[in-house]
């Protein structure tokens, strides 16, 4: 019985360890953070009088285009066209067709 007692108290003591040094690295972190984000503070000053007006930064961005290039408007005018014959044959030759 007490060399159960032992090796939990030991796997107790071994959590213990972990979760302080896991905290002591958690602080540490935080203090690198907190003296990165100081100096980014530092560097990032932006003057609010002198922003650019709403409109013409969102202005920019409205207009979406579609580029076609030229062998693919060749082939959608083929196949355009294929469609329209076969369209056309069907209408004149009816189930003779098939």
Do not use: C
């Not at 032992?6 to 003591?13: G, L, M, P, T, V």
Request: no cysteine; net charge negative.
């Amino acid at each position: 019985m007490n060399s159960k007692l032992e090796e939990s108290n030991d796997q107790a003591e071994e959590l213990r360890n972990l979760v302080e040094e896991l905290e002591n690295e958690r602080a540490q972190d935080t203090a690198d953070v907190n003296v990165e984000s100081a100096e980014t503070d530092e560097r990032r000053e932006v003057d609010i009088l002198n922003l650019p007006p709403r409109k013409e930064i969102h202005s920019e961005n409205t207009r979406m285009s579609l580029k076609i290039s030229k062998p693919l408007s060749r082939f959608l005018s083929v196949i355009l066209i294929l469609i329209i014959i076969f369209i056309g044959a069907y209408y004149f030759l009816g189930n003779e067709w098939f």
